[in-house]
């Protein structure tokens, strides 16, 4: 079974819509791919849909639904993976919603900051590129890849631009990762903490805080990604050892925008069937 638990849509920062992420998912011959847009829960009815539509060789996909919550804690930015939750709960929503509302006006203030530094990006030509979808830095970045001032989406993501720490970097309204925690519990879905030792993006969370994220609640921590070296990934499997997380893995796929594919890390199985049977929000969809 080949499950990946960490992929974006058009509905936030990714290029494939949710029925292309779908499809593509079946067609990279996933088991389990789940959704997980940032703050937003925008993309299910149409990912929901296509899945329903696969030929019968997709058949055997099932969707996991989810979000990618942002959160900050003394000053640093961390992503929190909420899996299964009731997209309807009202406390969760409200603040998914504060979140998404804040995202604009961001990266409106991003685009001015890269003006005051020379770059002649617009933020026409941001909103363009997000089309929609749940903007964010990445959209700024393929803007920067466009225009020729980096050469990748990721080489954006430095002290120089867009990091955590970067010149042109502002930042926006995040939840607290403990309350994160528990409004995602309240919505009776299962949290993950996404990427915690991506140094490359900016200054992480320390191991301590892991712990006690752990000791309020937090399922498990992301331990298989691309912006994790050998060293990182083995240190973080030994803290969820310690501490009692689940240790996933995930692609954290985001189409064209990124060079990860679909797949490209995985979640072992037995992980995925206890995040599925601690969930209480919502439950896996499956194509038949």
């Known amino acids: 079974m080949r499950v990946d638990l960490h992929t974006h849509s058009t509905a936030s920062d990714g290029t494939d819509t949710p029925a292309e992420l779908v499809r593509n998912a079946a067609e990279a011959g ?27 060789r997709g058949a055997s996909l099932t969707l996991v639904t989810g979000a990618e919550l ?15 939750f009731d997209p309807d709960e009202p406390t969760l929503h409200r603040e998914r919603e504060l979140v998404r509302d804040d ?4 990266a409106r203030a991003m685009v001015a900051r890269l003006q005051e530094l020379g770059v002649p990006v617009t ?5 363009a590129i997000a089309n929609g979808g749940s903007v964010g830095r990445p959209h ?44 995602v519990k309240g919505a009776g879905g299962v949290t993950v903490f996404a990427h915690p030792g991506a140094h490359k993006r900016g200054e992480t969370v320390p191991d301590v805080v892991i712990a006690e994220l752990a000791a309020a609640g937090l399922d498990g921590i992301e331990v298989d ?47 995925y069937r206890e995040i599925a049977r601690r969930a209480t929000g919502a439950e896996p969809i499956s194509a038949v």
């Open 123 to 127: 933020w026409e030509r941001v909103a």
């Open 30 to 56: 996933l088991d389990v791919v789940a959704l997980t847009d940032h703050d937003t829960v925008g993309g299910y009815a149409e990912a929901t849909a296509a899945l329903r539509r696969l030929p019968s």
């Open 103 to 106: 995202r604009v006006p961001r």
């Open 225 to 271: 990604h691309m912006d994790h070296d050998a060293p990182t990934r083995a240190r973080l499997r030994a803290l969820a050892a310690e501490t009692g997380l689940l240790a996933t893995g995930s692609s954290d796929y985001h189409g064209s925008r990124k060079t990860c594919g679909l797949g490209e890390f995985t979640t072992d199985p037995e992980v």
């Open 70 to 84: 942002s959160c900050r804690i003394d000053g640093v930015s961390m992503h929190m993976l909420a899996y299964l």
């Open 140 to 183: 700024i970045a393929t803007a920067l890849v466009e225009l020729g001032v980096v050469d990748t989406v990721s080489d954006a993501f430095t002290s120089h631009w867009l990091a955590n720490d970067g010149r042109a970097y502002v930042p926006k309204h995040e939840l607290d990762p403990f309350d994160a925690v528990r409004l």
